[in-house]
T-cell receptor, first 113, second 117 residues
C-alpha cells in the first residue's frame, strides 16, 4: 500500500511570494492534516480536512490555507511568505480523523530567502 | 502555551537496558495519546497509542503508561536496541467527538534517544 506522498520535497522561495504544497493521502483515508516543524517550536498542527471541508484548525494566521479535493488529495497554500515560514511542512492522513494514528509523509522542506 | 511537554531533550541508554521517555500534558480535554518516532529526513512514524480509558497499552517492546490524575504518560522500550536511536514525539488529541470537529493534535518538542551498543 502506497504511503503518504508529498511534493515537492524541497522548495526555495523569497519573501512576499506564495507557495502551494501538495499531499496525496493513503488510499481510502479521508482525513488529511498538515503540520509545521521548526527547530524552535517543534511540530505544530495547522489544520485538518475531511470530506473536502476544513474540520479543525490550529493557531496559524490566515496566510496559511488549504483545501481538499474529492479524491482526498490536499493542498496547502502560504501567501506573502515570511522568513519565519522556513520549515518542514508535514502532511498526514488517517481513515477518519485526529482520534486515530496519523500516517505521515516525508515532508516538504521550504526555505525562504 | 505548551500543552504537551517533553522536558528532557535527550536520553542516552545502554543497549539491552530500559528506555523511559516521559511526557506531561496540561489540557484535560485530551483523551487520546500517541508516541511517534522520527528519523532525520523522514516523516514521523506511529509507534503506539493509548486511550484515556486505559492506563497501559503494550505492543512488543513498547509499552505506554497513562496517569490521568497526574496528566503524565511515559513510553517504555525494553530491551533498547541501537536501531531505536531517533527522536521520539509525544502527541495528544481531543476531545474526541462523533463529528471529529473541535479537536487538534498537539505534539511535544521531542526527545532524542541514543542507544549505545
Amino acid at each position: 500500500k502506497a504511503g503518504v506522498t508529498q511534493t515537492p520535497r524541497y522548495l526555495i522561495k523569497t519573501r512576499g511570494q506564495q507557495v502551494t504544497l501538495s499531499c496525496s493521502p493513503i488510499s481510502g483515508h479521508r482525513s488529511v492534516s498538515w503540520y509545521q516543524q521548526t527547530p524552535g517550536q517543534g511540530l505544530q498542527f495547522l489544520f485538518e480536512y475531511f470530506s473536502e471541508t476544513q474540520r479543525n484548525k490550529g493557531n496559524f494566521p490566515g496566510r496559511f490555507s488549504g483545501r481538499q479535493f474529492s479524491n482526498s488529495r490536499s493542498e496547502m497554500n502560504v501567501s506573502t511568505l515570511e522568513l519565519g515560514d522556513s520549515a518542514l511542512y508535514l502532511c498526514a492522513s488517517s481513515p477518519l480523523g485526529l482520534g486515530q494514528p496519523q500516517h505521515f509523509g516525508d515532508g516538504t522542506r521550504l526555505s525562504i530567502l | 502555551d505548551q500543552q504537551v511537554k517533553q522536558n528532557s531533550p535527550s536520553l542516552s541508554v545502554q543497549e539491552g537496558r530500559i528506555s523511559i521517555l516521559n511526557c506531561d500534558y496540561t489540557n484535560s480535554m485530551f483523551d487520546y495519546f500517541l508516541w511517534y518516532k522520527k528519523y532525520p529526513a523522514e516523516g514521523p512514524t506511529f509507534l503506539i497509542s493509548i486511550s484515556s480509558i486505559k492506563d497501559k497499552n503494550e505492543d512488543g517492546r513498547f509499552t505506554v503508561f497513562l496517569n490521568k490524575s497526574a496528566k503524565h504518560l511515559s513510553l517504555h522500550i525494553v530491551p533498547s536496541q541501537p536501531g531505536d536511536s531517533a527522536v521520539y514525539f509525544c502527541a495528544a488529541s481531543g476531545p474526541t467527538t462523533y463529528t471529529g470537529a473541535n479537536s487538534k493534535l498537539t505534539f511535544g518538542k521531542g526527545i532524542t534517544l541514543s542507544v549505545r551498543p
